[in-house]
């Protein structure tokens, strides 16, 4: 019984991490959505996006199952309610990775970013990136990670919201030329990216709750 328990417990790890590996994945296909202007790729992350939003879905039910059906105590009611509250941080971070391609795709065929901010938004992307990369790696590795992912990925948020002020400052400042629609693109763009690493940092201060039992300050 325990033994049935145990591999449905470990089917819904599983979930969880494949749903971090496509929440990484949309973002990937959304910053080329954004950087090549190629609105057929923009198409492609809202049917990946509605993909993962099925995967949500599949994990969601497997938790409440066993809520229902095993009656999970201390630790491992613990990982249950973890996966819950990922699982939805998670298929957040494929709505803000769709909203990033819909921006390019409005934006056509002009660029949504304009070429002086490409270096701060090359930046951005490659961050979160990297931080939904390392989410992925955090999941699998629950209970072995020591609780170090909100530390690690808390310390990459603040390097994405250093980036965001940057984009800010540009727009509201004296010397920008590209009119309102630029403006209010590179803002909202900004503020995407920026949600997606809050999104990220706190999928990652779960995980370390699921390993140690304590949240992170």
Known sequence: MRERFH?????????????????????????????????????????TDRLLDSARDECEH???????????????????????YCADRLER???????????????????????????????????TAAMADDLCVFLSETGETGGTAFAQLHAADAEVDALQQHVLAEVTGPDWRHGVPAAVNATLLARFYGRFADQAVSVARRADFAATGALPR
Do not use: W, Y
Request: net charge negative; aromatic share 2%; with cysteine.
């Open 7 to 47: 591999g449905r417990l470990e089917e819904l790890g599983g979930q969880l991490v494949r749903l971090s590996a496509a929440a990484a994945a949309e973002l990937r296909l959304a910053n080329r959505a954004l950087f090549e202007h190629e609105p057929a790729l923009a198409a492609e992350v809202k049917r």
């Open 62 to 84: 497997t938790a409440h199952r066993l809520l229902a059906l095993e009656a999970p105590v201390a630790g491992d009611l613990r990982l249950v309610l973890v996966a819950v």
């Open 93 to 127: 971070m494929g709505d803000l990775a769709r909203h990033i391609a819909e921006t390019a795709a409005r934006a056509h065929p002009d660029p949504a970013v304009p070429d002086d901010l490409l270096p701060a938004f090359e930046q951005l992307a490659e961050c």
